[in-house]
C-alpha cells in the first residue's frame, strides 16, 4: 500500500494546503483554505486559515480561561478551525515557538494546542508568527485522498505568507493562482477526463 492510506492515492500531504473546489457541498468548508497540520493512514488532521470567528475575541478567551488580557497590545483574530472540537484551541505557528507540546510539521510550520502558547503570546513572547483557531477539520482513513481524487480539494504548497496574512478574504483566490488557475474559470460542475 502506498503513503497516503489507499493504493494509488499519493503521498502524505500535511504541510500543504487544502483549496475547497466550487463544488464543494459542505456550506461549512465553501471557498475554504486548510492547512493540513497531520495526514496519514490513521486520517488527516487540518485547520481552517481563512474564516474568522467574529463573536470570540483573543481578549475574550484569555478571560474565560482565567488569563488577564492586559498585556496584549494587539489584536489576535479568533479563526474557526474546522467543526470537530469546536471549544478546542490550536495556533498553528512558526517554528521560533517550541514547547514540550509542540508538533512540528515541517520546516517552517508548528502547531501547539496547550495554554501555554495563549500565556506566551498574551505576553508578547509568543511565536513570531501565528494563527489561533477554535476546532479542526478531520477525516477519517482514505477519506480525505477520496475527497481528493473526487475533485473535492485542490492541493496547493503552504507558506507563511499566504497562512499568516490577515486578508481573510483574499486567501482563497491567491492560493487558487498560484496553481496557475484563474478563479472564475474553475467549474462550478465536477467531472472526469
Known sequence: MEAGGEPGAGPYLEGQLLVAMPT?????????????????????????VNKLLDSLSFSDLLKQLDLDPARVNTPIPVHFGGPVEAARGFVLHSTDYAHEA??????????????????AMAEGRGPRLSMLALGYAGWAPG???????????????????????EAQDEKWERAVNRLGIDPGKLSGFAGRA
Open 102 to 119: 509542540t508538533m512540528r510539521v515541517d520546516d517552517g510550520f508548528a502547531l501547539t494546542a496547550t495554554i501555554d502558547v495563549l500565556k
Open 143 to 165: 477519506q480525505l485522498d477520496r475527497e481528493i481524487q473526487e475533485n473535492g480539494w485542490l492541493t496547493v504548497p503552504a507558506d507563511e505568507e499566504l497562512v499568516f496574512d
Open 24 to 48: 464543494m457541498a459542505d456550506p461549512r468548508f465553501a471557498r475554504t483554505v486548510i492547512y493540513l497540520c497531520a495526514h496519514s493512514d490513521e486520517g488527516a488532521m487540518g485547520l481552517v
